[in-house]
C-alpha cells in the first residue's frame, strides 16, 4: 500500500495498483524467498515513476506479513524513511468511502441512482445527480481544490481544518461544469459528498464508519 506526500521537492506518486501488483505478480515462484522479490517488484516501481519514498505492506492470511521502507522522507535533507515515518494517505480513501457506498447499497440503506439532493440541499443539478455519478466522478460537480479561493486560503495556512461543507461550498459557484453522466472529471467534491451522504444515513462520523466497516 502506497501513501502519499510532499517532499521539499517532489511530489511522491500515490500507487495503489502496485500492491496487487506485489501480490499478483510476486508470489508465482515457491522457490526464491519471498521478501527479496517484494523489494525487487516495489524497487521497480519506484524507479518506473520516480517516487523518491515509500512505506510499503503486505499482508497475506495465514503469512507472518513483510514490511519495508525505501528511499528518502526529505530529499534535502537526505533522511530516509524508516518504519515509523508518516505520510499522508490522500486520495486512498477515495476508495474506502466508495466502498462503504457500495456496502451501504448491498445492505439496501442505499441505491446507486438516489439523488444527491435526497440527503445533501444546495448542489447545483442535486436533484439529477446519483450516488454513481458521484461515484464515477461524472457528477458535473467542480473540484474545490482546484478553485482559486481554496488555493488561497489553504496557502495563507496549511495546517487550516476545513469542514467537510466548508470544502463543496468552494465548489459551488463553478458548478456545474457539465450535465450529470454526460462526461468524466476527477474531482475531490465528489468524495466529499459521498462522505457526507454516508454520515447522512448512519448518523456516525465519517471517520467512525470507515473504522467499524474497512479499518477493523
Known amino acids: 500500500r502506497f501513501a502519499t506526500w510532499r517532499s521539499p521537492k517532489r511530489w511522491t506518486i500515490a500507487l495503489a495498483m502496485a500492491g496487487a501488483m506485489l501480490v499478483g505478480g510476486c508470489l508465482q515462484d515457491d522457490v526464491t524467498p519471498v521478501s527479496p522479490r517484494y523489494r525487487a517488484a516495489v524497487e521497480g516501481v519506484l524507479a518506473r515513476y520516480h517516487v523518491s519514498g515509500a512505506l510499503v505492506s503486505v499482508s497475506v492470511p495465514g503469512d507472518d506479513g513483510w514490511k519495508q521502507s525505501f528511499g528518502y522522507a526529505d530529499l534535502a535533507a537526505r533522511k530516509p524513511f524508516d518504519p515509523a515515518s508518516f505520510g499522508s494517505i490522500r486520495s486512498v480513501t477515495k476508495s474506502f468511502t466508495?466502498?462503504?457506498?457500495?456496502?451501504?447499497?448491498r445492505d439496501q440503506v442505499l441505491r446507486l441512482d438516489d439523488r444527491l439532493d435526497q440527503f445533501i440541499p444546495g448542489i447545483p443539478n442535486g436533484d439529477r445527480i446519483t450516488l454513481a455519478d458521484l461515484a464515477g466522478m461524472q457528477s458535473g460537480i467542480a473540484d474545490y481544490s482546484a478553485q482559486q479561493a481554496f488555493q488561497e486560503?489553504?496557502?495563507?495556512?496549511p495546517?487550516?481544518?476545513?469542514?467537510?461543507?466548508?470544502?463543496?461550498?468552494?465548489?459551488?459557484?463553478?458548478?456545474?461544469?457539465?450535465?450529470?453522466?454526460?462526461?468524466?472529471?476527477?474531482?475531490n467534491?465528489?468524495?466529499?459528498?459521498?462522505?457526507?451522504?454516508i454520515e447522512k444515513v448512519t448518523g456516525q462520523a465519517l471517520g467512525s464508519v470507515l473504522q467499524s466497516r474497512i479499518f477493523t
Open 98 to 105: 466508495v466502498t462503504v457506498i457500495l456496502q451501504l447499497v
Open 153 to 157: 486560503d489553504f496557502g495563507s495556512n
Open 159 to 187: 495546517e487550516r481544518s476545513f469542514t467537510q461543507a466548508e470544502l463543496v461550498a468552494y465548489a459551488i459557484p463553478a458548478s456545474p461544469v457539465f450535465a450529470p453522466g454526460d462526461q468524466y472529471q476527477y474531482s
Open 189 to 197: 467534491t465528489n468524495t466529499v459528498l459521498l462522505g457526507m451522504v
